[in-house]
């Protein structure tokens, strides 16, 4: 009877370890490593509407738009001091990135429009009044070069037709996701509105982070590059190559695990202001990240079809201080 009750033991340690063998065998991997600080400031985004699908809703205005109701709007020219001083939209008050906050108080709740040079910085300035509760802030599209052809130079110097081999020509060549783990968030709250105020604290510290296509060109394998566009664009233009694409990249289908918290991450999009909202985002989040400045304008712009950079034709009137 022990002899029995010995096999019988015996028997079963064998099936338990086959078993747990074959459930190893089949893994794909270790497992994810989730960050708890992390997971309570995604938590607190996706109940509070702020998930980057309601942060990319309605977030660019024409300066036409903006010139027809300028009422209705409080106009915030982040740009350098003498630059304002020179020529600025009648009732624009003048800040910086990092004093975005303090400028808003003052909007006296009138919608939010936010001028730089190039639409670009602007967009690092929306995102994080829209984490702050100014949900509708909005960005003034292609910045103040889009306001009047004597202010277009910095984006007329920038657009480009590169030509580079680090270009996948059409259909591309966009390189399969995998998992990675949070990123590691160095906050002193332990609560998502205080985790979220230190994020957004930490983004306006640092500034607008953009990169040029030329560093991305000469060696995209330095970079995490996330093309954010459609399957379809991809395919009539192509990417960069070693580009993931990521998109919608929403908190509620956890899109943020394809993305490596431990390179660089660089975004790009048409024009570089949906690719610096993005971007910005992402670097609340705790991701190291760059917009691709002028995005693919300054990459394929003479084939570009659509979401290309032209010089206004009707200059609006600027309001010049003393």
């Not at 105020?197 to 930490?202: D, G, L, M, P, Q």
């Not at 664009?233 to 993931?244: E, F, L, P, R, T």
């Amino acid at each position: 009877m022990k002899n029995f009750r010995r096999f019988s033991i015996l028997f079963l340690a064998v099936l338990f370890l086959g078993i747990s063998a074959c459930k190893k065998s089949t893994d794909d991997g270790p497992e994810r490593k989730t960050d708890p600080e992390f997971q309570t400031l995604v938590s607190y985004l996706s109940a509070h509407q702020m998930d980057l699908s309601h942060i990319l809703s309605d977030w660019i205005i024409p300066a036409s738009a903006v010139n027809g109701d300028l009422g209705s709007f409080y106009v915030i020219d982040i740009r350098a001091g003498d630059d304002y001083n020179a020529g600025h939209i009648e009732g624009a008050v003048n800040s910086s990135l990092a004093g975005i906050l303090d400028a808003a108080k003052n909007a006296g709740g009138k919608t939010i429009v936010v001028a730089c040079y190039t639409g670009q910085t602007a967009a690092h300035a929306v995102v994080a009044l829209r984490l702050s509760g100014y949900s509708n802030a909005k960005v003034l599209k292609w910045g103040m070069a889009g306001w009047t052809s004597s202010l277009s130079t910095p984006w007329e110097s920038n657009v480009d037709t590169k030509n580079s081999p680090n270009w996948i020509a059409a259909p591309g060549g966009i390189v399969d996701n995998k998992e990675f783990d949070d990123p590691d968030l160095q906050v002193s709250a332990t609560d998502g509105k205080g985790i979220l105020a230190e994020r957004v604290n930490y983004l306006l510290t640092r500034g607008f982070k953009g990169i040029s296509s030329a560093d991305v060109l000469a060696s995209p394998g330095d970079y995490f590059i996330n093309n954010f566009w459609d399957a379809e664009n991809v395919k009539d233009y192509g990417n960069i190559a070693n580009a993931h694409r990521i998109k919608p990249l929403t908190l509620a289908n956890e899109d943020y695990k394809y993305i490596d918290p431990s390179q660089t991450v660089v975004t790009y999009c048409w024009t570089g202001q949906t690719s610096s909202m993005v971007t910005a985002y992402l670097a609340v989040l705790g991701y190291n990240t760059k917009s691709l400045k002028f995005g693919v304008n300054s990459i394929i712009y003479d084939d570009l079809k659509e979401h290309k950079w032209s010089t206004p034709t009707t200059d609006l009137p600027l309001v010049t201080e003393n």
